[in-house]
């Protein structure tokens, strides 16, 4: 009999800017029938964007393999915040919960690093809403990286550039939003373009992720 990660109440419940955490089933059951919420927003992002291919993606395969396997696993998790460009410490306390939320999604021990959350902002759409998101996630972004998690942003004007096709924008999302999740050793393109996270990556993956960089850089996969 496999072993599972218990589930706790997760500690977003606490804070009054966020709507509590559903699983992939449960926001298909609360969006049914509707259209233009923030939630049914979000879930047809993370389903027809996130999880599935796109011809400028540059490679084969989804746009984030790692939220395709993860839905699979039900280690996905969603919430709305009601959040505005103002809340940034209301915002601050939510994305720290985030974790000890992450870390109550049940899961087998083997695959306990697919488990993720995922939270819309639909009022930090304007540019001071999304410059309070930057502010927040790199607040976070030691306390992040000390426990080999990554904090993604995405938000409709994103400039990021794709690994595989730099004329590519992978992190524009109909509305902002929050994802964290665990360091996983196929980000080797990530830690190689990003000084920050390298050291952390090599310490979590010592010798699979050198194999991984050494191949990134020689084939760009």
């Known amino acids: 009999m496999h072993q599972t990660i218990s589930a706790a109440d997760t500690p977003m419940s606490v804070v009054p800017t966020a709507r509590p955490l559903l699983t992939l089933p449960e926001a298909r059951s609360r969006c049914a029938g509707q259209t233009g919420t923030a939630l049914s927003i979000l879930l047809g992002w993370v ?3 996130l999880m599935s ?6 490679r084969s395969g989804a746009v984030c ?14 919430s709305i915040s009601d959040a505005a460009p103002e809340d940034e410490e209301a915002v601050f306390m939510l994305l720290r919960d985030g974790f000890g939320a992450l ?22 759409a304007a540019p001071d809403g999304i410059a309070m998101l930057k502010r927040v996630q790199k607040r976070h972004r030691f306390h992040a990286l000390t426990r080999n998690r990554m904090i ?7 400039d990021a550039p794709g690994l595989w096709n730099p004329e590519f924008r992978p992190l524009r999302a109909p509305l902002p939003v929050l994802a964290i999740r665990h ?3 196929q980000d080797a393109p ?6 920050l996270l390298l050291a952390p990556y090599l310490l979590r993956f010592p010798l699979a992720g050198v194999k991984r960089l050494i191949s990134h850089v020689r084939t760009g996969v």
């Open 47 to 49: 389903e027809s964007y």
């Open 53 to 58: 291919a796109h011809a400028d993606l540059g």
């Open 65 to 78: 393999p790692f939220t395709r396997q993860a839905a699979k696993l039900d280690t996905v998790r969603l």
């Open 103 to 124: 870390n109550a999604i049940p899961a087998k021990p083997a695959m306990a690093h697919f488990r993720t959350v995922i939270i819309g902002f639909p009022a930090c």
């Open 152 to 158: 993604g942003l995405m938000y409709a004007d994103s």
């Open 183 to 185: 360091m996983v050793e």
């Open 190 to 195: 990530f830690a190689a373009r990003h000084p």
